[in-house]
């Protein structure tokens, strides 16, 4: 799986792959406000997915948006405050300051 964290619209994307498991087996509704839980135990193929958010994120459970689509489960799950936490703000900006310096190096540009 993978996550991102959308800081302008306060969402974390959580992409899973579930190879060959069809839709009907797959269970979110375990999914807590601070937890992301699938759960394909109906299948033969028993796969299950614990993850906690990062940073500490709270997000409402029956406002998320589970699609399924070729082979992944893309869960969209907004932030129940509206906003997302400072960590993750703080961890967004010095990623943009790394890849602004990595871009100077790379082209021998002044800042």
Not at 32 to 37: G, K, N
Not at 48 to 53: A, G, I, K, M
Not at 74 to 96: M, N, Q, W, Y
């Amino acid at each position: 799986f993978r996550y991102e964290i959308h800081v302008k619209k306060a969402q974390c994307i959580v992409e899973v792959t579930l190879h060959n498991v069809p839709p009907s087996t797959i269970d979110i509704s375990k999914t807590t406000r601070r937890r992301l839980v699938v759960d394909c135990a109906a299948y033969t193929k028993k796969y299950l997915l614990e993850f906690d958010l990062p940073h500490n994120m709270t997000i409402d459970p029956e406002k998320a948006d589970y699609t399924f689509e070729s082979g992944v489960l893309k869960c969209i799950l907004t932030s129940d405050t509206g906003a997302v936490p400072e960590s993750a703000k703080k961890e967004r900006e010095d990623f943009i300051v790394k890849v602004k310096d990595q871009k100077h190096l790379r082209f021998r540009t002044t800042k």
